[in-house]
């Protein structure tokens, strides 16, 4: 329980550690996209600190890094494999964001200095955790930038070849004027900068 | 013309930092040094366009033609794996005054969005030998003019009077937004 409240909190792998930004800044334009990208990055992460803590033992100091990017690279392909034959249009939606997956300093940052000290259970606790985080945290973003940005909350659309059905609400009156600066991608670093600086003030408010 | 239209849309509108959000880890990271600013960005020109060249002839004439284009992802990370393993020994030979100052950031370009990206990019456009090579140069150089810019305006930043908890990375990300604004279509 500790660790992952870390994950989600102390460590949050977006407002605090500022990893894994790219597919952070991209894709959270839908609130759907975010929830998406939270289970893929999470399951390569749970996959990949789970794999890399049951070899430890085995990996030479010197190609440490190179192993750990071929394990991720090689749960990357597997999720983009199934991605694409269940769920073609959320695979045409995340486009290179999803290969890129591989390189999201996360899961790279975890497998180093996590799962390659640690024992299996704590490592698999950690990518949950850290997972969980950078979930949260992308769909807050999303939320905020489709709310205020297209007056909309999208719940299924992308994925609604695989559930059955669309879920797209209206939030504000039709009068509103959404904010459509907000969707662009200068909106999405102004976001992320004021999110992080309440995240930062609520945080040390509480440490001291 | 084709090709100049090219290089200036990836060099400046469609900015792969600014608007593609690739490279962003390096891009915070380093950039508070306007000198390892310049070198990362040299380091990262260098790693993508030859390793954009390597991967396009891969790509066709082993990937395509075996029928193993699900492989990518794969072959590519390797290859700039490869790349820069290869860069950080002939920096470290020949310049170990820089080696030091980019640190733990030379072998992160193998995780840097940037390079991957712009490979990746590469083959969903369907870009020609050409075209590839133009893309690659462009979009580093755009990535290397940024990172400097910012580096510069971050030393600038760290010496004014910012609120506390706005210190560092949020101001950073503001002044990022305003930066974005200008290079896009908006203005």
Same mark, same amino acid.
């Given at each position: 329980?500790?660790?992952?409240?870390?994950?989600?909190?102390?460590?949050?792998?977006?407002?605090?550690?500022?990893?894994?930004?790219?597919?952070?800044?991209?894709?959270?334009?839908?609130?759907?996209?975010?929830?998406?990208?939270?289970?893929?990055?999470?399951?390569?992460?749970?996959?990949?600190?789970?794999?890399?803590?049951? /070899?430890?033992?085995?990996?030479?100091?010197?190609?440490? +890094?190179?192993?750990? /990017?071929?394990?991720?690279?090689?749960?990357?392909?597997?999720?983009?494999?199934?991605?694409? $034959?269940?769920?073609?249009?959320?695979?045409?939606?995340?486009?290179?964001?999803?290969?890129?997956?591989?390189?999201?300093?996360?899961?790279?940052?975890?497998?180093?200095?996590?799962?390659?000290?640690? $024992?299996?259970?704590?490592?698999?606790?950690?990518?949950?955790?850290?997972?969980?985080?950078? +979930?949260?945290?992308?769909?807050? /973003?999303?939320?905020?930038?489709?709310?205020?940005?297209?007056?909309?909350?999208?719940?299924?659309?992308?994925?609604?070849?695989?559930?059955?059905?669309?879920?797209?609400?209206?939030?504000?009156?039709?009068?509103?004027?959404?904010?459509?600066?907000?969707?662009?991608?200068?909106?999405?670093?102004?976001?992320?900068?004021?999110?992080?600086?309440?995240? $930062?003030?609520?945080?040390?408010?509480?440490? +001291? | 013309?084709?090709?100049?239209?090219?290089?200036?849309?990836?060099?400046?509108?469609?900015?792969?930092?600014? #608007?593609?959000?690739?490279?962003? &880890?390096?891009?915070?990271?380093?950039?508070?040094?306007?000198?390892?600013?310049?070198?990362?960005?040299?380091?990262?020109?260098?790693?993508? #366009?030859?390793?954009?060249?390597?991967?396009?002839?891969?790509?066709?004439?082993?990937? =395509?033609?075996?029928?193993? =284009?699900?492989?990518?992802?794969?072959?590519?990370?390797? =290859?700039?794996?490869?790349? =820069?393993?290869?860069?950080?020994?002939?920096?470290?030979?020949?310049?170990?005054? %820089?080696? @030091?100052?980019?640190?733990?950031?030379?072998?992160?370009?193998?995780?840097? &969005?940037?390079?991957?990206?712009?490979?990746?990019?590469?083959?969903?456009? @369907?870009?020609?030998? %050409?075209?590839?090579?133009?893309? &690659?140069?462009?979009?580093?150089?755009?990535?290397?003019?940024?990172?400097?810019?910012?580096? #510069?305006?971050?030393? @600038?930043?760290?010496?004014?009077?910012?609120?506390?908890?706005?210190?560092?990375?949020?101001?950073?990300?503001?002044?990022?937004?305003?930066?974005?604004?200008?290079?896009?279509?908006? %203005?």
């Amino acid at each position: 329980m500790k660790i992952i409240k870390n994950g989600i909190f102390y460590e949050n792998p977006v407002f605090v550690l500022l990893l894994g930004l790219c597919s952070t800044l991209a894709i959270t334009t839908k609130f759907e996209n975010a929830y998406l990208m939270g289970i893929c990055v999470t399951f390569v992460l749970i996959g990949s600190n789970v794999i890399i803590s049951l /070899i430890r033992r085995w990996i030479p100091d010197n190609v440490k +890094t190179p192993v750990f /990017i071929l394990i991720i690279a090689t749960l990357v392909t597997i999720i983009e494999l199934i991605v694409k $034959n269940y769920a073609n249009d959320v695979y045409e939606v995340f486009g290179i964001y999803l290969p890129l997956i591989v390189v999201n300093c996360i899961i790279l940052g975890r497998a180093i200095v996590v799962a390659s000290k640690q $024992n299996v259970g704590y490592s698999a606790l950690d990518g949950l955790g850290i997972g969980l985080g950078y +979930t949260l945290a992308i769909m807050l /973003i999303a939320l905020i930038r489709e709310v205020f940005g297209s007056n909309t909350i999208t719940l299924m659309d992308s994925i609604s070849s695989l559930t059955g059905y669309r879920a797209i609400y209206h939030v504000f009156p039709e009068n509103f004027i959404p904010i459509s600066f907000l969707v662009s991608p200068a909106g999405a670093f102004l976001t992320l900068g004021i999110l992080m600086g309440v995240f $930062n003030s609520i945080r040390k408010r509480r440490t +001291t | 013309m084709n090709l100049i239209h090219l290089f200036l849309v990836s060099f400046l509108t469609e900015n792969i930092v600014l #608007t593609k959000f690739l490279g962003i &880890c390096p891009f915070v990271g380093t950039s508070s040094k306007e000198k390892s600013a310049a070198g990362m960005g040299g380091a990262v020109t260098f790693v993508v #366009t030859i390793s954009g060249i390597l991967t396009y002839l891969l790509y066709h004439y082993v990937l =395509v033609p075996t029928d193993t =284009v699900y492989l990518k992802t794969l072959l590519f990370v390797l =290859v700039v794996a490869c790349m =820069v393993q290869i860069i950080e020994m002939v920096i470290k030979k020949w310049n170990p005054k %820089l080696y @030091q100052n980019l640190g733990i950031y030379l072998p992160l370009i193998t995780t840097n &969005c940037a390079v991957l990206g712009i490979l990746l990019l590469n083959i969903t456009n @369907q870009y020609s030998f %050409l075209e590839m090579l133009t893309y &690659c140069i462009g979009s580093s150089l755009g990535f290397t003019a940024v990172i400097y810019t910012f580096a #510069t305006i971050r030393e @600038q930043l760290e010496k004014r009077d910012v609120p506390e908890y706005w210190k560092g990375y949020p101001i950073a990300f503001i002044t990022v937004a305003i930066m974005s604004l200008l290079f896009s279509r908006y %203005l």
